[in-house]
């Protein structure tokens, strides 16, 4: 995903002029940066040879960058839409989101020089923004962007880190970089008074409003897959896709249709060291189904090391998502070698299809049916779904549903040794704004509150645009929409995906119970890196910090450990987040509360 930034300014104000210029005037003179649009108030830039998409919105009221589709049902054109917008950020933000979906970002320049930023509903573009005196800057990040114009009192925030570790949903909501925001998705964004300037989307808004049964659920749901597939594929003449052997990646390329000829290339990557690994006769029979040639590549065990990930290190949060070296560097090498300029990709499918087998889906179902949920042979079909007695199940379910609450953040990430200083802190703001929906529903949007991470800094992001339809607007809005007992008719994870793309997708993919499982890859790499991996964290900010107990992570990260107990991707996680902050403090000061280190 190509770099760009905005510069916006209140043109009234002589020194905010002169200012913009000044920071105009170093961008033009990089030779990485191309200037794309210039208005009374706003001016836009991009990397050079990158591919984005950049609207000047009518009147001088903001720029658009990103790629603008319309919602299913809207009445009109983007260009109408676009030409209609109030002057008014906030008005005009809604009307936007109610209109149109894609990977966007908006700076809306309202009048007497008020500044809105709004990112797309489901996080498709990253957001940042900050100061530079009088003027606002948004960009989609810095590793391109002139020091110069880094934010003035840019600190690594250890308390905000601190949280991420172990909810890494909450990226989504902050970086680790004081001085710099991230603009929730869905949320309008003031940078002059680094506050909200409203709330114009969240998954709450759209929960449990379909009034369907689970067939016509089904028809709606295989409709809106196609409608954002092939939307995301016409904006790009030349993809690569990515089939895994798993469900939402047969769905995907099954909802391809007709784009599936600007598909120059099917890749899966596979793991030979467990069967759970090794994928390939289920991508097989996908490809065989729709008639495409794959590609197969195979991901072989090697040390870690701290070269790995130097390049990118210089974003606003450590790069998670480039944690699979082998695939990450692949996708972005073949996508320059094809002349590609997206991948698409089925991931999101297990939050947004409700993959998670839980006993909360009875309490949710009860606030809806009554007595109804609770009948025997719906208790039967949920013990056998998540493997436990029926008892349990009822003793869950009925206790959770009288307390009227569920879960309270996103999914924890298991690191062997954090520690109590890095534990605690607010929700997701998605799930603080969802108190009155029920359990398995607050469960559905932690799900889709994690799933934010797949957005994070990697190579083939910076190469390539991640096209993740399952995480568009239409879809996670329908399914949003959806009761969680439809979702998981008869006690089946993500049971309406797979009835929806019946016919379409091979049965035996359809049927898989199991999902493909790289623990044994990654426990692999760790193992054989733990002559960098060990002094690199034991010794490391992390520990010193308390974010990380010493001892249990001495304890954890040998070879024998790692082979019976797992763990080995948050430690690799760990490690990387590691490398980040060594990175950073060479560059900037700490801020916040370093929590003491474990007694």
């Known amino acids: 995903m190509p770099a760009w930034v905005v510069l916006s300014w209140n043109p009234e104000d002589p020194a905010a002029t002169a200012e913009a210029a000044e920071h105009a005037a170093k961008l033009d003179r990089d030779p990485r940066w191309t200037r794309r649009w210039r208005g009374a108030r706003a001016a836009t830039w991009s990397e050079v040879g990158g591919r984005v998409t950049i609207r000047a919105l009518p009147g001088d009221c903001g720029v658009l960058v990103g790629d603008l589709h319309p919602l299913p049902g809207a009445a009109g054109s983007l ?129 449990d409003r379909f009034e369907g049964d689970f067939y016509s659920g089904c028809d709606a749901l295989r409709e809106v897959v196609r409608h954002a597939t092939q939307a995301l594929a016409t904006d790009h003449p030349r993809l690569i896709g990515e089939l895994s052997g798993g469900v939402d990646s047969a769905i995907v390329a099954a909802a391809a249709g007709p784009a ?29 189904e729709l008639g495409v040639a794959l590609s197969v590549y195979e991901m072989r065990a090697a040390p870690v090391c701290e070269a790995d990930f130097a390049d990118l290190l210089m974003g606003p949060r450590p790069p998670l998502a480039a944690l699979g070296r082998e695939h990450d560097r692949t996708v972005a090498a073949r996508a320059g070698a094809l002349g590609a300029s997206g991948v698409l990709s089925g991931q999101g499918g297990d939050a947004v299809f409700f993959r998670a087998a839980t006993p909360l889906v009875l309490a949710d179902e009860a606030r809806r049916r009554g007595w109804a949920a609770w009948r025997p042979s719906r208790l039967g079909e949920v013990a056998r779904w998540t493997g436990r007695p029926v008892s349990a199940v009822l003793a869950q379910a009925w206790a959770t549903g009288r307390r009227g609450r569920g879960p309270a953040g996103s999914a924890r990430r298991a690191l062997p040794g954090d520690s109590a200083g890095s534990r605690g802190g607010p929700p997701h703001p998605w799930l603080a704004s969802a108190e009155r929906l029920g359990p398995a529903k607050r469960l559905h949007i932690a799900a889709l509150a994690n799933s934010l991470v797949y957005r994070g800094d990697s190579r083939r992001r910076r190469a390539v645009d991640e096209l993740f339809p399952l995480l568009s607007q239409p879809v996670v809005e329908l399914c949003l929409a959806m009761p969680v007992e439809i979702l998981t008719a008869g006690g089946r994870s993500r049971a309406l995906a797979r009835v929806a793309f019946t016919g379409e997708v091979p049965a035996m993919v359809l049927e898989r119970s199991a999902k493909g499982d790289l623990s044994a890859y990654y426990g692999r790499c760790l193992v054989d890196s733990l002559d960098w991996v060990r002094p690199h964290l034991l010794d490391g900010c992390l520990v010193e910090a308390g974010l990380i107990d010493r001892a249990a992570l001495d304890q954890a990260l040998t070879p024998q450990q790692l082979v019976w107990r797992g763990g080995a991707s948050a430690v690799l996680s760990a490690a990387l987040t590691e490398s980040w902050v060594r990175a950073w403090q060479r560059l900037v000061p700490d801020v916040g509360r370093r929590p003491r280190a474990v007694d």
């Open 79 to 207: 260009e109408v839409l676009l030409a209609g917008l109030p002057d008014d950020p906030i008005e005009a933000a809604r009307r936007l989101t109610r209109s149109a979906w894609g990977a966007y970002g908006v700076v809306f320049c309202g009048a007497a020089g008020q500044v809105g930023v709004y990112r797309d509903p489901c996080g498709g573009r990253e957001v940042l923004t900050w100061t530079l005196g009088r003027v606002a800057v948004a960009a989609g990040d810095l590793y391109l962007l002139p020091t110069a114009l880094w934010p003035r009192r840019l600190a690594l925030d250890w308390d905000a880190l601190a949280l991420q570790m172990v909810e890494p949903g909450l990226a989504a909501t902050a970086t680790a970089l004081a001085g710099l925001d991230s603009v929730l998705p869905g949320t309008l964004w003031d940078p002059r008074a680094g506050r909200i300037l409203a709330n114009i989307w969240t998954p709450a808004d759209h929960a």
């Open 260 to 288: 599936r000829d600007r598909v120059a290339e099917w890749l899966h990557f596979y793991a030979a060291s467990r069967p759970a690994g090794d994928e390939r006769r289920f991508a097989d029979a996908v490809a065989a």
